[in-house]
């Protein structure tokens, strides 16, 4: 699954349609996303009020609340927005949401036919407080306005081992600054991910940002002294976390708030 995200990156975000070379870089404020031959990219530009995809993710900045359906919105007096990076077909976050109606969600990959997959789970389930987008995690900043995300999540993001590939690590100082901006004061990022290396990496990446973000916790083995961690299932464990426990590889565990006075 890895390789594939792999070869996913260099080939989605270089080419466009038939192969024709997109010249901006991803992050560039003007990119604009190239259209594709997979069905499912069709299949989502069609649909719908649960998701938004490609360009169409830009256009709701700092307005996503109001994307929500009045009915949802009605029950909710104080809505915080719960943002996941990279869920996938929506495994944990259909499930946050159908547990909790008065939060509101929105799940963000970049893989087309998990994200179809995972809207089509909301609608069957009529979950009313749960988005999609189809979108690049590097374009958060054109998605989301100023103090928009109240709590975001990262879990299990490409770990990139070779040293050639680093440069696609998500997680830098320079992303950790610009996340700030988008994450309310008091607000929370969580991170959890497999590999020692890149926790490491993550801490490094951090500490340049003591005045942004106050570490709650950090755990090198977070279901350390847990014996029945391997049964634990979604969403107290997301679909990746359930195979490293079962793999008996260590998850690390990260959390962070965002400081009021910066
Ligand atoms: C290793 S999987 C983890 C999935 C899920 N978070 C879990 O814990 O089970 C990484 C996920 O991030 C998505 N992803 C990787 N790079 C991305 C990017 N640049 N933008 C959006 N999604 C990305 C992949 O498509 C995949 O669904």
Redesign the pocket.
Known sequence: ??NR?VQD?SKEVTTGVLGQKSFLPVSHPDYKYPTSPNPYWGKLQESSDLVYSDNKTEHNRGQWLSRFSSNALGQIPSPELHV?????AG??IVEWAAANPKGLYLG????FK?IYRGAEKARKRHLENLLFLR????RLEFIFGPAEIDHLYL????PWPKKAHWKHR?VTTERLKNLASLVKPGGTFEI?TDHPEYFEWMLEALSPCESLWETLSVSRNLHEGNPLAHQLTMPAV????RIFIKEGKPVHRILLKRRANS
């Open positions: 699954m890895r995200d990156i996941e990076i990279g869920c996938n495994h944990v963000i990959d970049w893989k998990a979108a690049y995690a590097e879990f299990f993001p490409d998500f959890k997301t679909l990746f976390e």
